[in-house]
DNA sequence: TCTATCATGTAACCAGTTACATGATTTT
DNA sequence: AAAATCATGTAACTGGTTACATGATAGA
């Protein structure tokens, strides 16, 4: 399972994380992404998403339940989630949140963050506020010599605006982790389904 | 040439403006992106490095110039720029820098700014300022109305912290063009080369 | 002298992208 | 009825990563 985790792309991580709200086929999952504009976090395509769906299952994280067929389209396999691919959500998620690093697993552990207790995700998010404190140090000390070594300022630019935004991360992470402080900020997944949640599953189940 | 532009990976656009500062061989480069902290924005590995660069071969944007040979070392080949390899330089960063997409090309693009000329610089960058205005405002649209229609906040903290750094980068934006507009920011490649420049190329030459 | 590490590179594998295929439905 | 688009998927290509190879030097 380590090993599972670790090769799980992005995209790998959203479907397993799609499947838990309930069985799917690949292209019910591709529609249902994009209503919820979940492709500004990962790249949809046809490709991607089979290929994708094709190496969770080889994993053993999804299984097939089923070959459904609709008029006289083309039959479509509909898949489950295992209980090894419900388990390493979690560990995903677990493992990105705290890293320093401001990547496409970082905002999609970030996006997902509420399939782990809050407590958990307020304990990660701390200690990647650390990391991302201590990055920040690096960064501004290096930028410092630089300087002082007579590096030309156009040469700086980009050290600098990373500095920028990593400032307002860090601001930025503050503020949540207050706001998880309050018990009256909602967590996990509502018992009961929304109105538009359940309008977004029929347009994408068609 | 549009084709190359088009293709051009991170990784070989900063080999392509490497060599603009002279010819070298592949692990030279290596050596001389770890002491520079290119790392920062592009992986390098070994790996990596002489597939983008068999690459650049292969399109003919770099050449080979010569294998010399060091003590018993194994040969290595030392590769120079082809004038299509600089134009492409250019190119590529006058087409990264005005995207409004936050990714990799971005960060590369505003390192090797200096590669072209201050005012346009100025005039790419602005328009990246209005494309991410344009960004901020429709992911704000779009977060607004979840809110509104029911969507509860804790599906919602990966697009606050999107609009946080969105600001943050905006702001900066601001802060960099107005100091392009001051005639006492340095620009374009020194002409005569740093202490520091003179000795990080000796020791990345070994 | 044995072992570790450096210098330099090759090759196989793996994930993502692009292009295409095929039949069904909708629009003109 | 022709053209466009949708639904569903496959296959080939391309770029990046990992693992390995080989000889040279340096340190214990």
Redesign the interface.
């Known amino acids: 399972m380590t090993d599972d985790v670790d090769r799980l792309t992005p995209l790998g991580l959203m479907v397993l994380a799609l499947l838990r709200e309930g069985d799917m086929h690949p292209y019910e999952m591709i529609r249902l992404m994009r209503l919820r504009?979940d492709d500004?976090?990962v790249a949809i395509t046809n490709g991607t998403m089979y290929h994708t769906v094709s190496r969770l299952l080889k994993a053993g994280l999804i299984a097939e339940v089923g070959v459904d067929r609709d008029g006289n389209r083309p039959e479509r396999t509909t898949y489950t989630l295992t209980d090894a691919g419900s388990d390493v959500v979690a560990e995903w998620v677990r493992r990105q949140l705290p890293r320093a690093e401001r990547s496409p697993e970082f905002?999609v552990a970030?996006?997902e963050?509420?399939n782990l207790p809050r407590d958990e995700v307020r304990a990660l998010l701390s200690q990647r506020r650390a990391a991302l404190a201590a990055t920040h140090a690096e960064l501004a000390g290096?930028h410092r010599s630089a300087h002082e070594?007579?590096?030309?300022?156009?040469?700086l630019?980009?050290v600098?605006?990373?500095l920028?935004?990593l400032?307002?991360?860090i601001?930025?992470l503050d503020g949540?982790l207050e706001r998880l402080e309050d018990p009256a900020?909602?967590?996990?997944v509502?018992t009961t389904p929304?109105?538009?949640y359940l309008a977004q599953r029929k347009a994408a189940r068609q």
């Open positions: 504009r500004r976090l905002r970030l996006a963050a509420h290096g070594q007579g590096v030309p300022a156009q040469f630019l980009e600098e605006r990373d920028a935004v400032t307002a991360e601001a930025w949540v900020f909602p967590w996990g509502p929304s109105e538009r």
